[in-house]
């Protein structure tokens, strides 16, 4: 089976005061990176408010990516929510392969 792409927004809870965040920064990143180094993270970007990270992810399943992304140090603590969008190419490349936009 080939892996999914999955877009998450991982939103900071914005009832948690920077200290929490802090305290578990390092691990985070570490952790992040591991997930780069799997392969299940493809991409990952900072939103520019602060409020999170949006990431490109590839698992079989949206499920399995959650799983294997509730490890993160965030998750594992509530400060992060998670919100995952499996997606799939652009449907107009099809038609335009076909000649339909022609």
């Given at each position: 089976?080939?892996?999914?792409?999955?877009?998450?927004?991982?939103?900071?809870?914005?009832?948690?005061?920077?200290?929490?965040?802090?305290?578990?920064?390092?691990?985070?990143?570490?952790?992040?990176?591991?997930?780069?180094?799997?392969?299940?993270?493809?991409?990952?970007?900072?939103?520019?408010?602060?409020?999170?990270?949006?990431?490109?992810?590839?698992?079989?399943?949206?499920?399995s990516a959650r799983a294997q992304l509730s490890?993160?140090?965030?998750?594992?603590?509530?400060?992060?929510?998670?919100?995952?969008?499996?997606?799939?190419?652009?449907?107009?490349?099809?038609?335009?392969?076909?000649?339909?936009?022609?």
């Amino acid at each position: 089976m080939n892996p999914m792409r999955i877009f998450v927004i991982a939103r900071r809870n914005p009832s948690r005061p920077q200290e929490d965040f802090a305290k578990h920064s390092v691990a985070e990143v570490k952790t992040a990176f591991g997930f780069v180094a799997e392969g299940l993270v493809r991409e990952i970007y900072s939103m520019a408010d602060g409020g999170g990270a949006i990431l490109v992810c590839e698992a079989e399943s949206a499920d399995s990516a959650r799983a294997q992304l509730s490890r993160l140090p965030f998750c594992q603590n509530g400060l992060l929510d998670l919100e995952l969008i499996p997606v799939v190419g652009y449907r107009g490349f099809h038609m335009a392969s076909e000649g339909a936009l022609t």
